[in-house]
T-cell receptor
Framework: AQSVTQLGSHVSVSEGALVLLRCNYSSSVPPYLFWYVQYPNQGLQLLLKYTTGATLVKGINGFEAEFKKSETSFHLTKPSAHMSDAAEYFCAVSAYPLGSQGNLIFGKGTKLSVKP | DAMVIQNPRYQVTQFGKPVTLSCSQTLNHNVMYWYQQKSSQAPKLLFHYYDKDFNNEADTPDNFQSRRPNTSFCFLDIRSPGLGDAAMYLC??????????????FGSGTQLSVL
C-alpha cells in the first residue's frame, strides 16, 4: 500500500525567499514520485518526477526535488519565490514508473502564497 | 491550444437529478481518466478507459458511470447525485506505451454543485 503526507496545508513566503514544500511517502515497493501544480481554475500540471537514477530532480519553473530514501521524503524546493508561483502543489506516489495508469496516490495538497 | 477540454466549467444540479459531465481531447491519447477532487482533499481516481476497456476503481460508488463513445470523448454520468458528490471533477489523458514521454494531461475540471 502507498500513501503520501504533505506537511502544511498552507505555506506563505515572501517574494524572493526560499520555497520548501514537504512530502513524505510510504510505499511497499520502490516508489515513483511526482509533484504537480494546480493554478486557480486550472487542471493539474506535472512539475517534475522521480523514477530511477539521479535523486535530485529538476523540473519546470525553477523547481527541484530530492528523493531521500532513508527519510522517505521528496521535498520540493525553489531558491527564490515569484508571485506567479502562488498555486496549490500536490505530491503523488505510484508503483508504476510513469503514473500513466492513473494509479497515482495524491497528497492533500499544499497551498503556496507569495507575499510581495 | 486546449488539449483536454472539460465542459461545463461549473455545473449545478439538484439532489437526485442525473447529471453528465463531458471531456474531450485533441491529443489522440488512448487512456482517459476521471478523478474526483473534494474541497481541500487529494484528487481520487474514479475510473479510466484504456481504449474501449473500462477500468473501475474498487471503491468507486455504483452511482458513478462512464462512457467513451470514441477516442476523443469521455463522459461521467452521476445517476442520482447526493450532497456528498459536490466536488471538482478532473479529466485526464495519457498515451500508454509512449515510454518515458508518457504523462498525464489534465483538463481544467468541472466544479459540480448539488442543491
Amino acid at each position: 500500500a502507498q500513501s503520501v503526507t504533505q506537511l502544511g496545508s498552507h505555506v506563505s513566503v515572501s517574494e524572493g525567499a526560499l520555497v520548501l514544500l514537504r512530502c513524505n511517502y510510504s510505499s511497499s515497493v520502490p516508489p515513483y514520485l511526482f509533484w504537480y501544480v494546480q493554478y486557480p481554475n486550472q487542471g493539474l500540471q506535472l512539475l517534475l518526477k522521480y523514477t530511477t537514477g539521479a535523486t535530485l530532480v529538476k523540473g519546470i519553473n525553477g523547481f527541484e526535488a530530492e528523493f531521500k530514501k532513508s527519510e522517505t521524503s521528496f521535498h520540493l524546493t525553489k531558491p527564490s519565490a515569484h508571485m506567479s508561483d502562488a498555486a496549490e502543489y500536490f505530491c503523488a506516489v505510484s508503483a508504476y514508473p510513469l503514473g500513466s495508469q492513473g494509479n497515482l496516490i495524491f497528497g492533500k495538497g499544499t497551498k503556496l502564497s507569495v507575499k510581495p | 491550444d486546449a488539449m483536454v477540454i472539460q465542459n461545463p466549467r461549473y455545473q449545478v444540479t439538484q439532489f437526485g437529478k442525473p447529471v453528465t459531465l463531458s471531456c474531450s481531447q485533441t491529443l489522440n491519447h488512448n487512456v482517459m481518466y476521471w478523478y474526483q477532487q473534494k474541497s481541500s482533499q487529494a484528487p481520487k481516481l474514479l475510473f479510466h478507459y484504456y481504449d474501449k476497456d473500462f477500468n473501475n476503481e474498487a471503491d468507486t460508488p455504483d452511482n458513478f458511470q462512464s462512457r467513451r463513445p470514441n477516442t476523443s470523448f469521455c463522459f461521467l454520468d452521476i445517476r442520482s447525485p447526493g450532497l456528498g458528490d459536490a466536488a471538482m471533477y478532473l479529466c485526464a489523458t495519457s498515451r500508454r506505451g509512449a515510454g518515458e514521454n508518457e504523462k498525464l494531461f489534465f483538463g481544467s475540471g468541472t466544479q459540480l454543485s448539488v442543491l
